[in-house]
């Protein structure tokens, strides 16, 4: 078992926010007639117009009581679903991950087993929240026809910021799309290619240049370490460098992303992240960036901040995952971290930005 970071009474930096997830499949409506909700997760978080938006992944399927998997696939050409009909027991597939399915003979992704929506959805002072059955963000582009997944919101000159996996046959890219009041997205198209996912922007130009961090998965050499790059206008992205790696042993030896978008303190910019261990259990940590060279790591926290513990952490649609995707700062210093439970509900935990700035020291 993990140990998580503690303060210095003994208790943890992170305390979740209620013994139960704050959005179950079950408080979406889905997003087509017949469609059942198996998870709504991943949540993008920020304060705009004074209200605490979050746009979730709604992660969803036809409905079917003959045990037969049917999976949308959206057409772009056609301007509709199409839907691919499984049967679970077919030996030339692999069902083994709940969340996707692989031809057997070659080990390939060939379909995912849900279709992802991305919804919005409000939480009101009482810690009530509601959430919009209609998607903001629907497919209709060819490298959407698997579904997008993942989002991160960064509010930006007052504009939000939309970040999130465009899924399809071709890969996942990232995609970028804006808006101003939180419902009506525009977007802006691909700002990096496949194998590439967990883009996050700054909240802030660095010296005149919009900055991101990415993580390209690399085939052949290397590993998929989180990188950084600059652009002039949210479309054109270059000057790429490597900025953090997995670490061999350690929690996060397996796969690393970026979390909630980078806060800026006065230490630097501190960015959550989510790394997975050799066994494929997804926890939190956090970097600290160079408030100017923030391809520059500062320190790293060595043990996870948030580890998935809570029952509907450890088990859910794919157990053992704590996703850290959107982190807001109140006025008092404390951080509320929003993150995905076991690819099932949402959930979030606060700390007090001193204490994750202490155990960055
Ligand atoms: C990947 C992504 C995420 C998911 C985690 C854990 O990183 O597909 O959407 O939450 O795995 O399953």
Same mark, same amino acid.
């Given at each position: ?24 499949? =079950? ?9 059942? %909700? ?56 692999? +069902?083994?991950?709940?969340? %996707?399915? =692989? ?48 989002? =991160? ?76 790059? +600059? ?6 992205? $270059? ?17 690393? $992303? ?104």
């Amino acid at each position: 078992m993990q140990t998580c970071y503690r303060t210095e009474d003994g208790s943890l930096v992170f305390k979740r926010c209620a013994d139960r997830p704050l959005i179950a499949p =079950r408080d979406v409506p889905p997003s087509l007639p017949g469609h059942e %909700v198996l998870g709504v997760f991943n949540p993008a978080a920020a304060v705009h117009d004074g209200e605490m938006l979050l746009i979730v992944r709604s992660a969803e399927r036809p409905a079917r009581d003959d045990g037969r998997l049917e999976i949308p696939v959206y057409d772009a050409r056609r301007r509709t679903f199409v839907h691919a009909e499984l049967d679970p027991e077919d030996g030339r597939y692999d +069902f083994s991950d709940p969340r %996707v399915v =692989r031809e057997r003979s070659t080990g390939r992704i060939v379909y995912l087993t849900t279709f992802s929506f991305l919804k919005k959805a409000v939480l009101d002072q009482n810690g009530q929240v509601r959430v919009e059955g209609e998607p903001v963000i629907c497919p209709d582009l060819p490298w959407e026809a698997w579904g997008m997944e993942d989002p =991160r919101l960064t509010v930006l000159d007052g504009r939000l910021l939309l970040t999130y996996s465009a899924v399809s046959e071709h890969g996942v890219a990232v995609a970028l799309a804006a808006s101003d009041d939180g419902r009506h997205f525009t977007k802006t198209g691909l700002i990096f290619p496949p194998e590439n996912k967990n883009a996050v922007l700054f909240p802030r130009a660095i010296d005149g240049r919009y900055v991101a961090l990415h993580r390209p998965v690399p085939y052949g050499i290397g590993m998929p370490d989180v990188w950084l790059a +600059f652009s002039p206008d949210l479309v054109h992205w $270059g000057a790429h460098r490597p900025v953090f790696g997995v670490r061999r042993g350690w929690w996060d030896a397996a796969r690393i $992303g970026a979390g909630a978008p980078p806060i800026e303190t006065e230490s630097g910019w501190l960015l959550f992240y989510h790394g997975a261990d050799d066994l494929g259990r997804y926890a939190m940590g956090a970097v600290l960036l160079d408030p100017d060279r923030p391809w520059e790591v500062r320190a790293r926290t060595a043990e996870p901040l948030l580890a998935p513990e809570a029952p509907y952490e450890t088990s859910g649609f794919f157990g053992g995952v704590v996703f850290p995707t959107g982190a807001v700062v109140d006025p008092d210093g404390v951080v509320t971290v929003f993150y995905g439970a076991a690819d099932e509900s949402v959930a979030c935990a606060r700390a007090r930005l001193d204490d994750v700035l202490a155990a960055l020291r």
